[in-house]
């Protein structure tokens, strides 16, 4: 069973700045991660599939890196309405698993 | 556009069973792989179940495995998950998700699962 590991846990940041999440895997996942945002109350969102792919919608501050077990989102300039939580799951094999998620909170 | 309708969710007591159904529209159901992801309260995703397009390939996670079963009806654009033996740590909030790219790409409203005494 593959397990992933998010970090920080927290992340506290101003508008503006620039947020790197990362997301470790307990093997190689290859390609097959991705990454989605949760803001309070509301459903996930899919961001970025298969470790780099924007879906269909997302900003183009979204990016997303790695490979095998070392991943990265980065979020380029915040904007107000990115504050929020962000998780990663791989599809690599079954069972399926989330991360723990990182919270990216307003410093 | 896509829908996604969850529905079933309530307050049930450890060991007994409910059934979710997502009532789903807008796209082309019986081509999709379909999941159910589940939430606890303040907690994170935990994803449960998954099943194939067609319907006979099935997965679960090990903490749900021979309690519940996925399914669903092509027919009517439902899917199901029907959950037995209901334990506490069960409570949480269940999503039905249909996949795209390989991943859970649009998401239900969620209904909320309460196992208590």
């Known amino acids: 069973e593959i397990v992933l590991t998010q970090s920080p846990a927290t992340l506290s940041l101003s508008p503006g700045e620039r947020a790197t999440l990362s997301c470790r895997a307990s093997?190689?996942?290859?390609?097959?991660l991705a990454w989605y945002q949760q803001k309070p109350g509301q459903a996930p969102r899919l961001l970025i599939f298969d470790a780099s792919n924007r879906a269909t919608g997302i900003p183009a501050r979204f990016s997303g890196s790695g490979s095998g077990t070392d991943f990265t989102l980065t979020i380029s300039s915040l904007e107000p309405e990115d504050f929020a939580v962000y998780y990663c799951?791989?599809?690599?094999?079954?069972?399926?698993?989330f991360g723990g998620g990182t919270k990216v909170e307003i410093k | 556009e896509v829908q996604l309708l969850d529905s079933g969710g309530g307050l049930v007591q450890p060991g007994g069973s409910l059934r979710l159904s997502c009532a789903a529209s807008?796209?082309?159901?019986?081509?999709?792989?379909m999941s159910w992801v589940r939430q606890a309260p303040g907690k994170g995703l935990e994803w449960v179940s998954t099943i194939s397009p067609s319907g006979p390939n099935t997965y679960y996670a090990d903490s749900v495995k021979g309690r519940f079963t996925i399914s669903r009806d092509n027919s009517k654009n439902t899917l199901y998950l029907q959950m037995n033996s209901l334990r506490a740590e069960d409570t949480a909030v269940y999503y039905c998700?249909?996949?795209?790219?390989?991943?859970?790409?649009?998401w239900g409203q969620g209904t909320l699962v309460s196992v208590s005494s």
């Open positions: 093997q190689s996942v290859s390609s097959y």
């Open positions: 799951q791989h599809r690599s094999n079954w069972p399926r698993a």
């Open positions: 998700v249909k996949h795209d790219y390989g991943y859970p790409s649009d």
């Open positions: 807008g796209f082309t159901f019986s081509s999709y792989a």
